[in-house]
């Protein structure tokens, strides 16, 4: 019988977590839906983040698949 050597590799696609900002709770694989700019220069904005089930709900397109 043959045995295995190699160790499982780990998952390509990295998981985040961050505060989502339409439920209002921290949680796991969000994506970025859009930069608020408060300001001029570059980096003055605030980030808002969604989780997959209320990029669902609320129709958001996250600013990666624009």
Not at 41 to 50: D, H, I, L, M, N
């Amino acid at each position: 019988m043959a045995e295995i050597t190699q160790t499982q590799s780990a998952p390509t696609t990295p998981t985040a977590y961050a505060y989502c900002a339409w439920h209002k709770g921290i949680t796991r694989d969000v994506r970025l839906i859009q930069i608020e700019e408060s300001g001029s220069g570059p980096g003055t904005g605030r980030q808002r983040f969604a989780c997959h089930p209320c990029q669902i709900r609320y129709g958001l397109v996250p600013l990666a698949d624009r």
